[in-house]
C-alpha cells in the first residue's frame, strides 16, 4: 500500500454535529446504556462520541437515527441498528473529563433492510463526503 492512499472501502459522510443521535448496547446486553453522537458514518462503520469511553476491541450493538427523515416515507425514517467492533478511542480525551471520541466498524446490520436504508440515506445527496 501506498503511503497516503486511501484504506477504507466504503465512502464517508460527514454529519451534523449534534443531531445524528445514536445510542450503545454494551456486548451482550439487552438495553442500549449510552447515548452520543456521530460525526462521520459510512456503511463500514462511524466515528462518534459518547461521556463514557468503551475499551477497543468491545463489541458493540448500535442504534442511529439520522437526521432530516421527516419528509421520507415512515419506513424510511426508522433507525439503524448494527453490531459493532470498537476500533481506537481519543486517547487525547481521556484525560479532558468530557465526552470521548471513538470509532467503530461494523460487522452486521441487525434488521432486514438496514444497511440498503443506510446506503440509500448517505447516497441522498443530503451530507457532504468527508475528506
Known amino acids: 500500500m501506498q503511503i497516503g492512499s486511501e484504506r477504507r472501502q466504503h465512502e464517508r459522510y460527514l454529519l451534523p454535529s449534534m443531531y445524528t443521535a445514536i445510542d450503545i448496547r454494551p456486548g451482550e446486553e439487552d438495553e442500549f446504556k449510552f447515548s452520543g453522537h456521530a460525526y462521520d458514518l459510512s456503511v463500514g462503520g462511524m466515528r462518534f462520541e459518547l461521556d463514557e469511553p468503551i475499551e477497543p ?29 470498537v476500533v481506537w478511542v481519543e486517547e487525547d480525551d481521556l484525560e479532558s473529563g468530557g465526552p470521548v471520541r471513538m470509532a467503530c466498524v461494523f460487522k452486521t446490520f441487525c434488521q432486514l433492510g438496514d444497511k440498503e436504508r443506510l446506503e440509500a440515506r448517505l447516497k441522498s445527496g443530503r451530507y457532504s463526503l468527508a475528506a
Open 57 to 85: 476491541g468491545s463489541e458493540i450493538g448500535v442504534r442511529i437515527t439520522l437526521p432530516g427523515a421527516e419528509h421520507l416515507r415512515p419506513m424510511h425514517r426508522k433507525p439503524i441498528y448494527a453490531l459493532a467492533t
